[in-house]
């Protein structure tokens, strides 16, 4: 392996460990925008009662960060069974401390320490009615790593299941920062540890065993919100923009329109 792309690997490992030792028992290891993240559990919990009505199933969700998210769809999915796995040993410590708190779930819930671009040592052979990935993809080194995450992926669905993923794509994110630039604000940037989709490539990536590929812009009236209203009236007001602002709690509840979030949920169907 390139000497370049092992150390940005060890980067964003090391990032996500760090992480997760700093936030052991808040909301915010995986994002500063714990708002967001509600949205995000509000939308894959509808999402996936959509797909399952009530029937039992499996789930292996793909970098399950501390767990936090993981908890909220199990408890509000009685019939899930539920492995998820993570690169990162300290995000695994804090998920299984939070599952020892509920023991309700801990008989159809697991956490393992695994890497998405190879399943196969931590969930064997096994397939899967759903796959589930939150803001995980973004964190791999290239764009064939993620290439090589997604036949992953496809190899531990079920012949009839659903990838669904949460990830961030460059489209949405060039159309937020243009309506940012309207406003007098700067452009935000790509963070150091993220690889961003572009719509054609997934499409063309996850098509290879898709059936059918629908986008959802979950989080487009939300950040029209957040990140171009609420930082113009912060601008307006010399302040600096605070992701625990009331607004953010407020947006969570705003029906969806627009195109405006770099954070894009894609359902995928094999077949
Ligand atoms: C933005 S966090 C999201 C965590 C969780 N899905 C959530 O919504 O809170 C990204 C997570 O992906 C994990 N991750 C990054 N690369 C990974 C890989 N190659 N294999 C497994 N997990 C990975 C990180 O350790 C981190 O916990």
Request: with cysteine; aromatic share 8%; glycine share 6%.
């Given at each position: 392996m390139c000497p370049n792309k092992k150390r940005r690997r060890e980067s964003i490992l090391a990032y996500w460990e760090e992480r997760a030792d700093e936030n052991p028992d808040s909301p915010a290891a995986t994002t500063?925008?714990?708002?967001?993240?509600e949205l995000e559990i509000l939308t894959l919990t509808d999402t996936l009662k959509g797909l399952l009505r009530q029937r039992p199933g499996s789930l292996l969700e793909v970098g399950?960060?501390?767990g936090y998210s993981t908890l909220r769809i199990a408890s509000a999915l009685p019939n899930l069974q539920?492995?998820?796995v993570d690169f990162s040993r300290n995000m695994i410590r804090n998920a299984n401390l939070r599952l020892s708190k509920e023991s309700d779930l801990r008989k159809r819930l697991k956490f393992l320490i695994g890497d998405?671009?190879?399943?196969?040592?931590?969930?064997?052979?096994?397939?899967?009615?759903?796959?589930?990935?939150?803001?995980?993809?973004?964190?791999l080194a290239s764009l064939?790593?993620?290439?090589?995450?997604?036949?992953?992926?496809?190899e531990?669905?079920?012949?009839?299941?659903?990838?669904?993923a949460i990830e961030n794509f460059v489209e949405g994110q060039e159309r937020m920062n243009e309506a940012r630039k309207i406003m007098g604000l700067d452009e935000i940037p790509v963070r150091w540890h993220n690889l961003y989709f572009r719509e054609d490539e997934f499409r063309s990536m996850v098509g290879k065993f898709a059936k059918t590929i629908e986008f959802r812009d979950f989080s487009s009236s939300y950040y029209f919100a957040t990140r171009v209203i609420y930082?113009?009236?912060?601008r307006i007001r010399g302040e600096e923009p605070d992701y625990l602002h009331e607004i953010h709690r407020?947006?969570?509840?705003?029906?969806?329109?627009?195109?405006?979030?770099?954070?894009?949920?894609a359902i995928v169907e094999k077949g």
């Open positions: 500063d925008d714990i708002y967001l993240r399950c960060g501390d539920i492995t998820a998405v671009r190879d399943l196969h040592p931590v969930v064997g052979e096994n397939q899967y009615d759903l796959v589930l990935s939150d803001r995980c993809l973004i964190n064939k790593e993620q290439e090589q995450a997604l036949q992953k992926i496809a531990h669905l079920s012949p009839e299941g659903f990838f669904i930082s113009a009236m912060c407020r947006a969570v509840e705003l029906p969806w329109t627009g195109a405006f979030s770099p954070i894009r949920m």
